[in-house]
């Protein structure tokens, strides 16, 4: 049994979670109870990592952010923090034997945002595997519970999903990140002229991740897979209704999913893992 800090570590973990993301929070609510507080916890982390660098204006962000990394370090050094969003994270890393990799590597695509406001690209890359595929990875610890041989053979299929939601995550704000922070994460784009050409070759590398990715979906406990398939498709309704519109829409306006489609999707997935559906 946890005690009362470690609860109301995870507790404010999930508050995150629910205040930040209503698609995640969906796709958390259909794994099994067991898997909720990791996840959370993972969310928790990575999002306030995200919310140094991105809203943080009026501090200094390099110092806040070096302060959240040296602060994460100690905690899973020393299985204890005054921080709750970091208390909950090292006891998932500690527990599941999350790779120190990821977290570095995570972290250092945080960095990258300080500064980059264009990439090359093997920068893009690096910056897609730091920002959004270890973070796959570490979900993917939690899921796979100490099974190594079985991590390894989803890791593949796990990092172009994380790819996938990734790019299509550029793509849809690709207003806000030139407007708001300069930056433009598609290597050799340029935003003021953005062309339909462009915006297809994104489009192939991204159905490119999605079709590697379900291969790996398939093969997840049942007590994981319908919420990743949830986020697979919602992701995958997202991205087709994008590819739909012209490059001039989506950098005049950022493309959504409705709350109601939402339950609907979560719905569909729910019943198509019921059913052993998925494919």
Avoid: W
């Avoid at 959504?256 to 979560?266: M, S, V």
Wanted: aromatic letters at 14%; proline letters at 3%.
């Amino acid at each position: 049994m946890k005690s009362l800090y470690s609860q109301t570590a995870f507790d404010c973990s999930k508050l995150i979670t629910n205040s930040y993301s209503t698609s995640f929070s969906l796709g958390i609510k259909t794994l099994n109870k067991k898997y909720h507080e990791p996840i959370y916890a993972i969310y928790g982390f990575v999002r306030y990592a995200d919310e140094i660098v991105d809203t943080f204006h009026d501090h200094d962000k390099k110092a806040l952010l070096n302060q959240f990394k040296n602060d994460t370090y100690k905690s899973i050094e020393e299985g204890i923090s005054l921080n709750p969003v970091l208390h909950s994270f090292q006891e998932v890393v500690n527990e599941y034997k999350i790779d120190h990799h990821l977290i570095e590597a995570f972290l250092i695509s945080m960095e990258m945002d300080l500064f980059k406001k264009d990439y090359s690209d093997p920068e893009y890359k690096k910056y897609i595997y730091g920002s959004a595929e270890v973070v796959g990875l570490m979900c993917l610890k939690v899921f796979c519970e100490g099974d190594e041989e079985y991590y390894q053979s989803l890791l593949a299929p796990a990092r172009s999903l994380g790819s996938a939601f990734q790019k299509v995550n550029f793509l849809r704000d690709i207003k806000s990140d030139y407007d708001e922070r300069g930056r433009v994460y598609f290597p050799g784009v340029d935003f003021s002229n953005f062309t339909e050409q462009d915006k297809q070759k994104i489009e192939e590398d991204i159905s490119i991740d999605f079709q590697n990715s379900l291969t790996g979906i398939r093969k997840l406990p049942k007590g994981v897979r319908s919420g990743v398939y949830l986020a697979y498709i919602y992701y995958t309704v997202l991205f087709k209704k994008i590819t739909r519109l012209s490059p001039e829409r989506i950098k005049t306006k950022r493309i959504r999913i409705p709350n109601f489609r939402k339950l609907l999707l979560l719905v569909r997935s729910y019943l198509f893992h019921k059913l052993d559906l998925v494919n």
